[in-house]
């Protein structure tokens, strides 16, 4: 498998706009998790889904940030309409389970600028 | 508010010596505690875990658990410069969901 895979790698927008970032966990992982990290806050969890199904949502800063999983294989995250504040690295992890011993693998990261 | 705290550093130690790594967490009922290892520009990737009090080792790396003491360390024998980055620990709670510490960055000097 090649990993979790996140496009893009890099988005620069202008505020006001929709941003929309996009994720491929996995194969057979049952949990996706959607992180911001910024350098004042660190790594923050967004949203999380299993089976597709988001779980817990109390990371989303605002009703500015959606998030979905229409399938096993795609996750998206927008963010709509964007803001300077919401500049930060968007990750998207998956993994088998939850808990215990589970490693969550990362994808590379989107690094998202609001100018 | 569940919270995992660690020294930001950085965290400066001579090349072949031992890097100590702390975190500490507030929740007593978690369980399982992981250390993440992130090089600049790049993603967190799983260096080891631990869930049972006392020591761990694998390779250079020693990970030691006190959960009396809510506190759990990395360490890291014979440093390398590809040692230097950020490590982030992280914490299961009781829902099982992971809270991560703000890291630490390590500088390994030759």
């Known amino acids: 498998d090649a990993g979790v895979i996140q496009s893009p790698r890099h988005e620069v927008t202008e505020m006001g706009q929709e941003v929309t970032l996009r994720c491929k966990p996995i194969s057979g992982h049952d949990y996706l998790f959607w992180y911001r990290q910024t350098m004042m806050r660190g790594l923050e969890l967004l949203i999380y889904f299993n089976n597709n199904v988001p779980i817990d949502d109390s990371g989303m800063p605002e009703d500015r940030f959606s998030a979905k999983m229409p399938n096993a294989s795609f996750s998206t995250l927008k963010i709509q309409p964007s803001e300077p504040r919401d500049s930060a690295v968007y990750f998207c992890?998956?993994?088998?389970?939850?808990?215990?011993?589970?490693?969550?693998?990362f994808g590379q990261g989107t690094r998202l600028t609001v100018v | 508010q569940k919270e995992v705290e660690q020294n930001s550093g950085p965290l400066s130690v001579p090349e072949g010596a031992i890097a100590s790594l702390n975190c500490t967490y507030s929740?007593?009922?978690?369980?399982?505690f992981f250390w993440y290892r992130q090089y600049s520009g790049k993603s967190p990737e799983l260096i080891m875990f631990?869930?049972s009090n006392g020591d761990k080792e694998d390779g250079r790396f020693t990970a030691q658990l006190n959960k009396a003491s809510q506190y759990v360390s990395l360490l890291i024998r014979d440093s390398q410069p590809s040692d230097s980055a950020t490590y982030l620990c992280a914490v299961t709670g009781s829902n099982y969901q992971l809270i991560w510490g703000a890291g630490t960055k390590l500088i390994i000097k030759p």
């Open positions: 631990i869930y």
């Open positions: 992890a998956s993994s088998l389970r939850q808990g215990g011993d589970t490693e969550a693998f």
């Open positions: 929740d007593r009922g978690s369980q399982s």
